[in-house]
């Protein structure tokens, strides 16, 4: 018979899936942006990567360093740069 400590919890792993899932994400962005100049779905896919914060989830906003800040807010501006730029091509037809 097997016994558990009540104190043995399972390793949280949220945060190595989240940066895994980011980078696949971002480098799918890259990927269409570059390399098939499909602008809709690099935007998509830069926009379903932020869901996957490569940070630490459990930290109040207020509370992260400023390089995380900018990252993300960088990261957020990318993609509605390229909202913008696909809605600028869409509205020029």
Not at 10 to 25: E, I, M, V, W
């Amino acid at each position: 018979m097997t016994t558990t400590k009540e104190n043995d919890k399972p390793k949280d792993l949220t945060f190595t899936y989240n940066r895994f899932l980011y980078g696949a994400f971002v480098s799918l962005g890259l990927y269409f942006l570059l390399a098939n100049k499909d602008i809709s779905t690099a935007m998509s896919n830069f926009g379903i990567a932020l869901i996957f914060d490569p940070f630490d989830q459990k930290v109040m906003w207020n509370n992260r360093p400023a390089y995380q800040q900018i990252w993300l807010i960088v990261h957020l501006s990318i993609v509605f740069g390229l909202l913008g730029i696909m809605l600028f091509n869409w509205l020029a037809r």
